[in-house]
């Protein structure tokens, strides 16, 4: 029996690069449980782990032995130390030594004696990724873009994303691509590459300072032609006809991002858009009878970061009853920014006949061009409400008794009926249900109208009642956008919809809203760990994949919906 641990291809590893932490047992087929792990998270990410049994014949002897083998990519430069493993064989445990590793920022790859490097065989300078801001120094609010591109010299057949960086600062939006990267031969340092874009986004800053944006991680399946050893088929290598797949994964570079404040003197109120503004205000129709609806849009379009756009400040006169607003918006790319609109419905019943006149609405914004405060108005909407104050309409106005027929009265034939001069009115229940009835009703009206000035007044309460519609509403997309087969719309109105439903509960921006916070809060507000952790593997299974290439099937889709509906009602039931 023997057992010991060692590292492929060596104590030495590139940042961003592989390497496999070997568990070899020698003797047996199977050990009686999975062997301890020991953590590396602090300068490594797990990537997968796989078995594999040998058997060697020598002198008339057969020695067998099994091997485990745990996939790691490397993530921090230093000089680190492996505790050693620790595993049960036949009711004994066994431990290994300690192992060294260092992560330097490009190591060489060394050959085997056959001539092949041990893990891959494919030099860092063969398969990278970049990261590329469209510029270094914004504005706090101003959008910025960053394309993460993929350059390989190899045959890479797919790949995965095996870390999406938390953009801690800052407000992200997807910017949509094709399905598939459109791939492109380009020149880089006199080497010819075949690249295509894998990521593309815009970033908002929400406040000032430096901001680091850690590496974005992939795993590509490479596809390698030669003479391969017969026992290559570990970690999903396939060997046929000398062509083998191996799984290799790379880290793009970080950036650095500096955000200086705005300058002070902003008007108020603040839109917080940095780039150009246009305010519309119009309704359905001018003319309106009074206690009739009628609806007000009121449209913001521009440059910039429109998702950040608040609600208007509204003076409606106060014979007007107002419901809350409606809210859709449409962004999209535009240059090296965002570009788009958003739309706020109101709902307006006009109780009082007369000329009424809506004031006009003002945001303020920092016109990025001129580097100057702007603020963008409507015009005054005017509205002529018709009718009269009270008025009854003549169908159910009251008149006096009419008789009729006063010539002939009628004789009532038959049995009347008879009652005992004993009981008394309130012991029957139609006196008790014609008493309470009243009451009943004054209640549920005053709770109604108790709801309504809530929905007015109280933001939080608003965005909690409406928050299960809103998710509703786009997870009813999502499923239209799965029937439709596009994958990455399908995830990223999922993580919309999970976006948007916990910031309604907790009442918060959903822009730059980040993990760790969004763990604390829930955990401030009684959710139990169990259910944060399946409402948060739903948002990172939305970011996985919406950025790989091909999508998942229909079946795992509508699986994933089910999850994710599942993951809101827990998160709902549990959110004091």
């Known amino acids: 029996m023997g057992v010991r641990a060692y590292l492929t291809p060596g104590s030495t590893v590139g940042v961003g690069r592989q390497f ?16 301890v792990l020991p953590d590396l998270a602090a300068f490594a990410q797990y990537l997968g782990s796989g078995t594999s049994t040998s058997t060697e014949m020598f002198a008339g002897r057969t020695t067998v032995t099994f091997t485990v083998q745990y ?20 009711g004994q445990v066994y431990s290994t030594d300690a192992l060294p590793l260092t992560v330097s920022s490009a190591p060489p790859s060394p050959p085997t004696s056959s001539g092949r490097p041990e893990i891959d065989g494919i030099a860092a300078a063969d398969l990278f990724v970049t990261a590329q801001a469209s510029r270094t120094t ?3 609010g101003e959008p910025l873009t960053i394309e993460y591109r993929i350059w390989t010299k190899v045959d890479v057949t797919s790949y995965g994303l095996t870390s999406v960086p938390e953009r801690e600062g800052f407000w992200v939006e997807d910017l949509a691509q094709a399905t598939q990267p459109q791939v492109e031969q380009r020149v880089r340092d006199g080497q010819q590459y075949a690249t295509a874009v894998i990521q593309r986004i815009a970033l908002v800053p929400t406040g000032a300072g430096q901001r680091t944006i850690e590496p974005l991680g992939i795993e590509a399946q490479v596809r390698l032609r030669g003479r391969r050893d017969p026992f290559d088929g570990i970690f999903g290598r396939s060997s046929l006809f000398g062509t083998s797949i191996i799984p290799t994964s790379v880290l793009s570079n970080s950036l650095t991002i500096e955000v200086e404040p705005l300058p002070p003197g902003r008007p108020e109120p603040f839109s917080g858009v940095v780039g150009s503004l246009d305010i ?37 006169p106060r014979d007007f009853e107002v419901f809350p607003p409606e809210v859709t918006e449409s962004v999209q790319p535009s240059g090296d920014g965002l570009s788009g609109s958003k739309v706020f419905e109101y709902v307006l019943i006009p109780r009082t006949p007369g000329q009424r006149a809506i004031p006009s609405v003002s945001m303020g914004y920092f016109d990025a061009a001129s580097g100057r405060y702007r603020t963008a108005s409507t015009d005054e909407v005017l509205l002529e409400v018709t009718g009269e104050v009270n008025e009854v309409p003549v169908s159910l106005q009251r008149f006096g008794v009419t008789q009729l027929r006063e010539d002939i009265r009628f004789i009532r034939l038959g049995d009347g009926a008879l009652r005992s001069v004993e009981r008394f009115l309130f012991q029957g229940a139609a006196f008790w249900t014609f008493f309470l009835l009243p009451m009943a009703a004054l209640l549920g009206a005053l709770g109604l109208r108790r709801h309504r000035d809530r929905l007015e007044g109280d933001v939080a309460y608003a965005r909690g009642r409406r928050a299960g519609r809103v998710a509703n ?3 009813a997309e999502a499923r239209r956008l799965m029937e439709g087969g596009d994958s990455r719309a399908f995830f990223g109105e999922v993580a919309n919809a999970l976006r948007g439903f916990v910031a309604d509960r907790l009442n918060v921006a959903e822009a730059g809203m980040q993990i760790s916070e969004l763990r604390m809060s829930l955990a401030g507000r009684g959710v139990s760990t169990e259910v944060t952790s399946d409402f948060l593997r739903c948002l990172e299974q939305c970011d996985r994949q919406r950025y790989a290439p091909v999508g998942a099937d229909v079946e795992e889709r509508v699986q994933f ?8 009602t827990a998160l709902g039931g549990e959110i004091r």
């Open 561 to 568: 919906l089910e999850q994710a509906g599942e993951a809101m």
């Open 280 to 316: 519309t205000a119009e309704v359905d129709r001018d003319t309106v009878d009074a206690n009739d609806a009628v609806t007000l849009t009121i449209r913001v379009s521009g440059q910039g970061n429109l998702r950040a756009v608040p609600e208007p400040v509204l003076e409606f």
């Open 71 to 90: 996939r790691f990519q490397a993530l921090q430069q230093g000089t680190f130390q492996i505790d050693p493993l620790q595993v049960e064989v036949a």
């Open 20 to 35: 496999v932490l070997n568990l070899e047992v020698r003797g047996v087929r199977s050990v009686d449980r999975d062997p």
């Open 473 to 475: 509403k786009r997870l």
């Open 138 to 140: 914004v504005l706090v």
